[in-house]
């Protein structure tokens, strides 16, 4: 397993969807770091994005809910990891303990992202699905797509809860 660290949430030219970008935090070459991109849905990159930026929604959204429903519960989320890419989907696990018992439970990774930001949890990805989907920092990114993130970082930094209510 390799410890990655969330860069952010971006979009991805050309069918505009989200992408939540994870980098790998011990890479020998960290002006190279290898990127791991998951293409997830709108209301998860805003709840990612939200909770990245330390922005708290007026009542608790829907994974606030649950990080505050496994704490009254005494079950402690140790990680999350991001297991493999099967048919066009990627999956990931979410390493739990509670009172005298370990589980391992499946998750769609944009949900386990949101709670590990919200938790403050290490976040890993299999060796194998980096090697598979991984790509290199430094690669080339073409200039019209440079312009829509930078957009959408705009947009991120100015977003409000309100704005989803």
Avoid: C
């Avoid at 209301?43 to 990080?67: K, N, S, W």
């Avoid at 005298?100 to 590990?116: F, T, W």
């Avoid at 920092?137 to 409000?160: G, H, T, Y």
């Amino acid at each position: 397993m390799v410890p990655m660290e969330l860069v952010g949430v971006r979009v991805e030219l050309p069918s505009n969807t989200p992408i939540v970008l994870l980098r790998v935090t011990n890479d020998p070459a960290p002006d190279d770091a290898r990127m791991l991109p998951i293409f997830i849905g709108g209301p998860e990159a805003t709840a990612i994005a939200l909770a990245h930026q330390g922005v708290e929604a007026p009542r608790p959204m829907t994974h606030d809910l649950f990080a505050q429903t496994l704490e009254a519960m005494e079950v402690t989320v140790e990680k999350v990891v991001i297991t493999e890419l099967r048919e066009r989907t990627f999956f990931a696990e979410l390493h739990m303990r509670s009172p005298g018992e370990a589980k391992v439970m499946s998750a769609r990774p944009s949900d386990a992202i949101a709670l590990a930001v919200r938790l403050d949890i290490p976040i890993f990805a299999e060796d194998e699905l980096l090697d598979e989907v991984g790509y290199s920092e430094a690669a080339d990114v073409e200039p019209e797509a440079e312009e829509v993130v930078e957009d959408f970082k705009d947009f991120l930094d100015n977003v409000s809860p309100e704005d989803f209510a």
